[in-house]
């Protein structure tokens, strides 16, 4: 029977297809998954009184609050120049990266009566989240550029460079959801794992602190070479360059950039579609 069926091109149910059917499966379902997005974004903090204003204000009150005490506590030659416009594209660049990881691990778990109900390309979901992510970023941006504007920042045509840089931030983010999405549905536990990973990644960021110099040896410190190696650092690093003067981001970040966009979106979506026949079943 099952011969006869492969002869008449009828696939097995819950089958994964080849990787360029799926891609094009995927294609065919973009309006699908830019509607999931847009539908989750508005739904979005709807039952309280601020509503959407809510993505906004939760990063600027974080950036507030580590402003005070980072400001505080941290001596001025480790601050960078711009503090306040530094943290805060920091924290709302670090904001969308931590919201990927963690809406993007639970895109699959959390949606299992969605799967189970209707056939579509799985890797919809993580790329609804990310799309939702992005949709919420553009409000912070704003605000990020006013507050670059209120700091003495000038407007400046570098600011045009702000689109490569997220669509890389994108595409790396969008990456380590489908990672993340597979990853959990074998183990459920990592989802309690995540606020941890993310709470190191935010301290090894530079979100409120300059990359260390040589150390004592002339060398590069342990922490300059994590920092210089860190995803997430590097799109922030990105980010500021385009937006303060002074933060320019060298070259080699530039690239850095681009491979960990393209390498981690492309061994992501991989990843994820050979366990395509397994969601919604475990």
Request: proline fraction near 5%; charge should be positive; include cysteine.
């Amino acid at each position: 029977m099952a011969a006869l069926a492969a002869e008449h091109g009828l696939p097995k149910l819950g089958s994964r297809p080849a990787l360029t059917d799926y891609v094009r499966q995927l294609w065919g379902r973009r309006f699908f998954c830019f509607g999931l997005a847009r539908a989750r974004f508005r739904s979005q903090n709807e039952q309280d009184r601020l509503g959407i204003a809510w993505i906004v204000l939760r990063p600027l009150i974080n950036a507030a609050v580590y402003g005070f005490i980072f400001g505080l506590l941290l001596p001025k030659s480790s601050r960078q120049d711009n503090f306040v416009a530094s943290l805060v594209v920091g924290v709302f660049i670090f904001q969308f990266f931590a919201a990927c990881l963690t809406d993007g691990a639970k895109s699959i778990t959390g949606n299992s009566g969605l799967i189970k109900s209707l056939h579509f390309p799985r890797a919809v979901l993580p790329f609804a989240t990310v799309i939702e992510q992005v949709l919420a970023l553009v409000p912070m941006l704003v605000v990020m550029l006013v507050v670059a504007l209120a700091t003495g920042e000038p407007v400046r045509l570098k600011w045009l460079e702000l689109v490569p840089a997220l669509a890389l931030m994108t595409l790396f983010c969008t990456g380590i959801a489908m990672i993340a999405a597979r990853l959990t549905i074998h183990i459920r536990d990592i989802t309690q794992l995540i606020p941890f990973l993310t709470r190191l990644v935010f301290y090894l960021s530079g979100i409120f602190y300059k990359s260390p110099g040589a150390d004592a040896k002339g060398g590069q410190s342990v922490l300059a070479t994590v920092l210089e190696f860190n995803p997430v650092h590097v799109y922030i690093s990105l980010v500021r360059g385009a937006v303060i003067v002074g933060e320019a981001a060298p070259a080699h970040t530039w690239r850095l950039g681009i491979g960990f966009g393209v390498v981690f979106f492309l061994v992501g979506f991989v990843y994820f579609w050979r366990a395509e026949e397994r969601y919604g079943r475990e």
